[in-house]
Structures are given as C-alpha cells and as structure tokens.
C-alpha cells in the first residue's frame, strides 16, 4: 500500500475571493507555496497515492462548498481546516505574529504575551491534529511548515508514534538568551513540540545550534551533534537552505511578456540608474535604514540627483496588527518627506508602489534594474535575493543584500552590509552603481551556480531523503534496545544457565541520578532484589561502582553480594574486609588535580568536587546544560595538559570529570573475576565512559547479556532507556528465584 504525503501549513495554498455575485479562488503567492509547489510539480505521480494539503482556507463552511467544486486537484488535495473566526485571529494575528514572529526575528519589543493568545494558539493547532488524525495512516508521510504549527508534530506523535513526521521552520530561530524570555510553559510546548518530528529543518547552522542550545537548557536533553535523543526516539535537527526553481526564474528573461515589461522600464529610466526593491511590508525588513541609506547616499553623492531611480514595491501584509498599519502610516510618511525635500517636479527619488505585482512585472523589474537593494534587519533565508540572481540571464545587475539574511550565508558575492548602518549602505549603493560589466559578471556568475546549483527541489529532496535516513536510523536504533521479546529470552537464558555473574553499575545504571551523590540511597525494593539475587548460590552478584567504599558499605554492607568501590580500586567480598590489589599513592596528584578543578567551581556555578580515597572527580550534573558542558570540556583539557607526567587517566563520565589511578578500570576488576570462576550467564548494565572497559571485556563472551542505560554507541549489545527498566529486569529474574524456594 502507498504512503500518502501531507503537507501542512497555516493557510492553503489559494486565495477566496469575493467577485460581485459569486466567490471564486486564485493561487496564494509567498516563498512557502511556491517552493512546496514547484517540488510536488516536480514528483512522479506514483511517488504517493496522494498528495493532500493541509491548512486554513481562509473562509467559512459555507464558503468553501460553493467554491470547492471549481477546484483543480490535480497536483494535490485541498483538506480545508475551519477555524473560528476569534480563534484564528487570536491563533494568527495573536500569538503567531504578535509574539512569535518578532521574537524570532530579533525584535523582543514588540512582542505581545497574551495567555489568550496562547490558549487559542493551542486549540487550533489541536484542530489542526483532530483534522489530520482522522485520514491518516500510521506508514503516511507529514510534513509540517513554520511558526504557525510549532506544537502539531508532537500532539501527532502521541497519537501516531510510528509516524514519519518533518518540520521545516521558514523564519530564524532565536538564540536561548532571546527564547528564555517567553513564559516557561510556553517554552516546553514549543520545544517539546517540535521535537514530536523525525527530522526539523532550518535555513542556517546558526538556527540549528539556537535550537539545540535551547532543547539543552531548557529540557536538560543531551545532544550529539545533529542528533538529540527525546522520548526514546533519535531526532534530527540540520540546516536546508530553502532555494527557488532556477529554471522558472532564468527561462523567463526570454518571455516575451517579461520582455516587454523590462523594456518599458529601461526605456522609462532613460540614462538614468534604476535601482529595485520589492518586499512584504513588516518591521524586519528594514524599510526606513534602507530609505535613509539611499538618502544618505543622494546627499553625499549630488551628481546622482535626477539620474537615479530608486523603484519601491511594497506588498500588503497584515494590516489587521497595529505594528503593521503604523508601519504603513511611517514608511508612506517618509517616502513623501523624502520625494518634498529631494525631488522635483520633475523627478522623484523614490517611486513607490503598494500593492502585489505580477510574475511578469517583478521579473521585469529584476532584469531592468541595474541594482537590487535587499536589506533586512533580520530574514530566515530571503527568496528575493535568490530570484534576482536567477533572473539575471544577462549576468548585469548588482546585489546589495543584508548580512542579516539567511540568504548571505551563500551569496557571498554579492555587497554585503549591515542593515542598521545607513552610511555602508550608501557607500554600497555608490559602489555598486558604479561597479564595471566585468565585475557584475563574475559576482553573478559564481552566485548563479550556487542557486542552480541547490534549487527548491534539491532543498526538498535533500529533507525527504534526510528524513527518510533518521527513520532507518531510528529503526536500527530500536532493534538495539531491550523490548519485551529481549526480556524474556534474558529470562529464559537465565533460567536454565548453572553459573552466573551479575556486574552492576550503580548511579545511573541502578538508579536515576540526583543533584548529590549522597542522595543517590537505593529503594528498598531494590535492596530485596539484590538480596534475592544474591541468597542463590548459583549467583555471584556485584555492585562496581566510582562510589566510595563507605558510601557502598552503608547501602548494601549487610546484603549477601560483592561490592567494588571507585571503579576497581577497592573490594569487599562477602563475608570479608575492604581489600586493595595495589598500593595506590594518590596524595601528590590528588592535591594537584583538586587546585586545577577549584577553579571550576567558579567558572561553573553549581559544580562540586567529590573526594574519594583513589581518585578525584568534578560533578556538574546541577550546572546549567550549556555552561557545564563547556566547562567540562575546558577542565578535561586542562586536566591533560597539567597531569600528563602523573599515572593518571581523566574519563569524561555522565556529568562528571573523573581523575584516577592508571592502574584502576573495571576492565582490570571484570578480567580477575572471570579468571576466578566460569560463567555460562553474565549480566551487566553500565551507563557511561567509566563502564565501556568492563563491556569490552565481556564483548567477546556469547553467554554476556551488556546492557547500556542510555541512548550513547557503546561496547554493550543493548540499551536500555532508564535505571527504571533495569530493576523491572532485576526484577523479573529474582521473582523467578522466590517462586523455586517457595
């Protein structure tokens, strides 16, 4: 049976309108539809059994049924969501574009938070989940696009946790110290949402480290590079630049209606320069800085006053936000400002147009302009800057784009400025104008190749085959783990094996970890498992553990089984004394390690030093995620820089920088007990670095059962996800002792 392939965003991709009597619908425009557009346009029709999209129409029931009978479906299916209208207004204009909108771009001012915003954002992202849940198969595809649906990915994935699930952001991710400003709850549900997905993809490395960085801080989750491990699943994050269809753009400087439109405007600018922008009307396009650079640049430059043209095409948006109409009240008030103190009669130094152009006319204007003036204070890729190089058949023309934009992570051969300062903007646009034929054409040409080079269904291919590779890796990952099947197959090669060994780790393997190591005291279910387990004779069972000898004495002194203290380096046999193999001299470079981690404390807020008898360790498992992980980093380097001529090793454990005698593992402890006894059944479970060398020794033992609490590649065959799931296996075998002596 075929997948079915959703796409879904705020709004489908058309446009009801009003006609005298009737309604009828046009194809909505935005970087969005015509991107997904252009890649669906391009796919095999029996790719998918069917290509549905998801999203808001942009009117009533009603409505809707009148016009829906008109529709062309050929290319995808319309699954119309309806909104109450308070409820989207709250949804879209309320928590969409007056929080999330300018926090994410950098704009914290103007960010609105409203509880009622929130609540409605919640509910119509819910409606948005009942809508795709009823038509949905558990092997179907979803793929999710922007701000609007930021919670959508994980109320599916409760429902569908086998659902193969993409999520694309088309605005910038925040740094933490700009997403830490919204409402801690509102944090979780964003974050917790997103990571509902299999893969989530961003314009640029920056959002994707942004994004990591708050997963980290926020949730406490661990990442290993563009891998973070959430509810027993691997989720991806990466960078897609998002790109256009090179082809559309470049083939159309040909096309005769493009033609015409270009000739009517290289023979209105006459001899004069025409330079060109064109964008959305919205705070973070940098509007005014843009018309004071060109006025800055009209004043210190005279000699271009009435031979320049500067052709403004702003496209209505949202005009029911405040900051969007006042936004519209200064730009048309500055515009005429500036033509009144500049301009003539006869000359205007800004022609300025409100309203959407066609394909043709913009198309037109990209060819005919000799400068294209993209300058936004902050922009998740800009598609406009893409489309004029694409357009520029001739390889003529100038880019001047903001250093702001995604987009100029990749043209970097355009002039590249900083938005916010009007002097290197009016600098830029001299040099710009001025610039020689062969210099344009090398710009051009380098950034032509880039854009043909990643196009808009590259940028798709790219995602989908990503997401098809983190579900195989998931996949793989899954059959790691100890399921149900695995517990009991331990079960029964427990059961009918004479001699075994159990090698227990204790924090983090045992037991959860705590914010003290000292708080870390075992249940006392667990201390009556361990005490069955060891009450068999047929059962050896160790706990080795980093812990010191009177921490493990305390807890299970009185308990039948063997204890093993700080890694190997001390040992209490039942029945017996504290032991050590070695004289271990740790007092000089005991002394030196602690004066290097003292250091840490401060840098680290929330670290400590834990001192045993044989080694010395720096935990920071209270420490803020980001800041503790970069502190441990930095002393783990120090550590081996300071202590090399000491016999010394320096683990990086979980949350804990170790330092301990050369002579000490739980390799060399696990080697002496198998040389002492045959085993036909060996149980171990570790969780971190210090464990690996007990694991590689029983690696190559097919009666080992190795069990790693964790997610991390290791020595050990399995994983497990929790300490919880290893006592429940703990558990199970002792259940099977009790009911032989009962």
Not at 672 to 680: C, E, H, T
Request: proline share 4%.
């Amino acid at each position: 049976m075929k997948k079915k392939l959703f796409i879904v965003s705020n709004r489908l991709p058309l446009t009801v309108e009003q006609a005298e009597d009737k309604y009828i619908c046009r194809q909505s425009s935005g970087g969005l539809i015509s991107s997904i557009s252009s890649y669906l346009q391009g796919l095999e029709h029996n790719d998918y059994s069917e290509k549905i999209w998801v999203g808001a129409p942009g009117c009533n029931e009603t409505i809707w049924a009148s016009v829906s009978n008109d529709l062309n479906e050929d290319e995808y299916t319309y699954s119309p969501v309806f909104i109450n209208w308070k409820n989207y207004e709250l949804y879209y204009n309320g928590f969409s574009n007056s929080l999330l909108w300018p926090l994410f771009h950098y704009f914290p001012s103007y960010a609105e938070y409203n509880e009622t915003y929130f609540d409605a954002y919640i509910e119509v992202n819910k409606l948005f989940n009942v809508l795709i849940s009823k038509q949905i198969n558990k092997d179907d595809i979803v793929w999710i696009h922007d701000y609007h649906l930021l919670p959508l990915a994980g109320m599916l994935r409760k429902e569908f946790p086998t659902l193969t699930i993409g999520f694309f952001l088309h605005i910038p991710f925040p740094s933490y110290e700009l997403f830490r400003v919204i409402p801690k709850h509102w944090q979780r549900e964003i974050l917790t949402g997103m990571l509902g997905a299999d893969l989530i993809g961003f314009h640029t490395l920056d959002y994707v480290e942004h994004f990591n960085e708050c997963v980290s801080r926020i949730l406490r989750t661990e990442h290993e590079g563009h891998f973070i491990s959430w509810n027993n699943r691997l989720v991806k994050t990466d960078a897609f630049p998002i790109s256009i269809d090179f082809i559309l753009f470049n083939n159309a400087y040909t096309k005769k209606g493009v033609a015409e439109i270009r000739n009517k405007y290289i023979d209105l600018k006459g001899n004069k320069k025409l330079i060109f922008s064109i964008d959305r009307l919205d705070y973070t396009k940098g509007l005014s800085n843009r018309l004071k650079g060109y006025e800055q640049f009209l004043n210190e430059n005279p000699e271009y006053k009435e031979n320049v043209i500067f052709a403004l095409a702003i496209i209505p948006s949202r005009d029911g936000i405040t900051k969007y109409a006042e936004r519209k009240r200064l730009l048309d008030e500055h515009i005429g400002n500036l033509n009144s103190r500049l301009g003539n009669i006869s000359w205007q130094p800004v022609l300025y147009y409100y309203n959407h152009l066609s394909f043709e006319e913009l198309v037109g204007l990209y060819t005919a302009c000799d400068l294209a003036l993209i300058t936004p204070i902050r922009d998740g890729m800009n598609l406009v800057a893409k489309e004029f190089v694409a357009s520029r058949q001739d390889k003529q023309g100038v880019l001047i784009l903001s250093e702001m934009a995604g987009s100029a992570k990749e043209l970097t051969e355009a002039l590249l400025i900083n938005p916010n300062d009007a002097s290197e903007i009016a600098e830029m646009i001299k040099y710009g104008l001025e610039m020689n034929s062969a210099e344009q054409s090398d710009r051009l040409t380098e950034m032509r190749s880039k854009v043909q080079n990643y196009t808009v269904n590259m940028w798709a291919s790219d995602f989908f085959r990503q997401l098809n590779d983190v579900k195989n890796e998931q996949l793989e990952f899954e059959v790691k783990f100890v399921d149900k099947g695995l517990r009991l197959q331990i079960f029964d090669q427990y059961a009918t094996s004479l001699k075994r060994l159990f090698l227990l780790d204790y924090d983090g393997s045992l037991v959860p970890f705590s914010k003290h190591p000292s708080l870390a005291k075992p249940s006392d279910e667990l201390k009556k498992t361990l005490a069955t387990l060891g009450s068999n004779s047929q059962n050896d069972v160790f706990i080795i553990s980093g812990r010191d000898s009177k921490s493990l004495e305390e807890w299970f002194g009185n308990l039948p089984i063997n204890l093993i203290a700080e890694h190997g380096a001390k040992l209490k046999l039942i029945g017996r004394e504290w032991e050590t193999d070695t004289e271990l001299d740790t007092f000089d470079w005991v002394v030196k390690a602690e004066r290097i981690m003292q250091q840490y404390l401060v840098k680290c807020p929330n670290s400590f030093i834990e001192r045993k008898e044989f080694s010395i360790a720096w935990h920071y498992r209270n420490s803020d995620p980001l800041q503790g992980n970069t502190r441990a980093s930095e002393l783990q380097q120090d550590l081996h820089k300071k202590m090399n001529a000491h016999p010394v090793n320096i683990l990086n454990g979980h949350k804990i920088i170790e330092v301990r005698n050369r002579s000490i593992n739980k390799g060399y402890v696990t080697e002496k007990i198998l040389s002492d006894n045959m085993y036909d059944f060996i149980f171990s479970i570790g969780d971190d670095e210090t464990d690996e060398d007990m694991f590689a020794k029983l690696a190559r033992l097919p009666q080992s059962v190795t069990i790693k609490i964790g997610s991390e590649p290791s020595f050990a065959k399995y994983n497990l996800h929790t300490p919880f799931i290893a006592q429940e296996i703990l558990n199970l075998i002792a259940e099977h002792d009790n009911e032989i002596v009962n």
